[in-house]
């Protein structure tokens, strides 16, 4: 009897169908991974402008009126000197930018009331999910 030497291993057919399948795998795993990471930014970006929201809150109610400007609560101007109280920055200067490094939009309404405004990832009006724009009043 003679015997037959058999190599164990996989073909070149079996291989490829391995790697195929790996890579559909990789396409419905990806799927749900990605854009995640900039909704997560969105999310960061809306804290963030609670936080403005709170120092602008306490601001109010320290000088009676809302700042001129966002500057103001991480430098404290000439209105907060001469109010005679202790004048301490409010908020840390990097986070008067929105996550993506553009400025808030903030429009002081005769010091009785404001807007703070980010217009998402894009920087431009408009848009969905991370690009949307967000706006907050008192």
């Known amino acids: 009897m003679k015997k037959l030497n058999k190599q164990a291993g996989m073909t070149l057919v079996e291989v490829l169908a391995v790697i195929v399948l790996i890579g559909m795998i990789m396409v419905v795993v990806g799927k749900g991974v990605m854009g995640k990471g900039d909704a997560a930014k969105a999310k960061l970006n809306v804290v963030r402008m609670e936080g403005?929201?709170?120092?602008?809150?306490?601001?109010?109610?320290?000088?009676?009126?809302?700042?001129?400007?966002?500057?103001?609560?991480?430098?404290?101007?000439?209105?907060?000197?001469?109010?005679?109280?202790?004048?301490?920055?409010?908020?840390?200067?990097?986070?008067?930018?929105?996550?993506?490094?553009?400025?808030?939009?903030?429009?002081?309404?005769?010091?009785?009331?404001?807007?703070?405004?980010?217009?998402?990832?894009?920087?431009?009006?408009?848009?969905?999910?991370?690009?949307?724009d967000v706006t907050m009043t008192p």
């Open 52 to 132: 403005i929201r709170n120092a602008l809150a306490q601001y109010r109610l320290e000088l009676n009126t809302y700042p001129s400007s966002l500057d103001s609560l991480a430098h404290p101007g000439k209105e907060a000197v001469e109010s005679g109280q202790v004048v301490v920055p409010l908020i840390d200067e990097k986070d008067l930018k929105d996550i993506w490094g553009n400025n808030f939009i903030y429009r002081s309404e005769g010091g009785r009331s404001y807007s703070l405004q980010t217009l998402g990832s894009d920087g431009v009006p408009g848009g969905d999910g991370a690009k949307q």
